[in-house]
T-cell receptor, first 113, second 112 residues
């Protein structure tokens, strides 16, 4: 059974204070690790897909990295508009997971001005 | 622009009533999914479909059903609503081979 654990559950940062969110996973045959952003009252919004260990992807102040056991979402010099819940999800092998994703519970990020 | 919509956005119902939540996507995605999101549990998969006439149970399917009669729609039915089904429901879709799921705006359901 695929499992995803995100930490911390909540994180408060001052504007400009860089930090990282963690996503640890166990999966049979990782095909993809996905990061989403979710604002209050809205659906999750896709950010990145990582496919293999060592891969990195960037978007504005966000950079996602992947190892064989975990992924990090690095936030550089965050702004208040980066405040949201960040969700991590994994997709295992086609035989065990098909097109399903398994989600973590998310990290609620608050960036204070 | 292609999109995924859900209706209604908010619903209040009574215990025992049948409720149907609509999901419509215009991306021509073959895969569609229904999740519920609750504090302390994250997103949990209710049902999913890989194409017309295909439906599958997810991890929390008891008390829910879906049917897929065309590519665009996957309605979720609560056969007899229970207070434990009070939640926020999200629909998502994806294309086999690309696998990124795109989510709708959600339906907030309150069962009294």
């Amino acid at each position: 059974e695929d499992q995803v654990t995100q930490s911390p559950e909540a994180l408060r940062l001052q504007e400009g204070e860089s930090s990282s969110l963690n996503c640890s996973y166990t999966v049979s045959g990782l095909r993809g690790l996905f990061w989403y952003r979710q604002d209050p009252g809205k659906g999750p919004e896709f950010l990145f897909t990582l496919y293999s260990a060592g891969e990195e992807k960037e978007k504005e102040r966000l950079k996602a990295t992947l190892t064989k056991k975990e992924s990090f979402l690095h936030i550089t010099a965050p702004k208040p508009e980066d405040s949201a819940t960040y969700l991590c999800a994994v997709q295992g092998s086609r035989e065990t997971s098909g097109s399903r994703l398994t989600f973590g519970e998310g990290t609620q990020l608050t960036v204070n001005p | 622009d292609a999109e995924i919509t859900q209706s209604p956005r908010h619903k209040i119902t009574e215990t025992g009533r049948q409720v149907t939540l609509a999901c419509h996507q215009t991306w021509n995605h073959n895969n569609m999914f229904w999740y519920r999101q609750d504090l302390g549990h994250g997103l949990r998969l209710i049902h999913y479909s890989y194409g017309v006439q295909d439906t599958n149970k997810g991890e929390v399917s008891d008390g829910y059903s879906v049917s897929r009669s065309n590519t665009e729609d996957l309605p979720l039915t609560l056969e007899s609503a229970a207070s434990s089904q009070t939640s926020v429901y999200f629909c998502a879709s994806s294309l086999t081979g690309q696998e990124t799921q795109y989510f709708g705006p959600g339906t907030r359901l309150l069962v009294l």
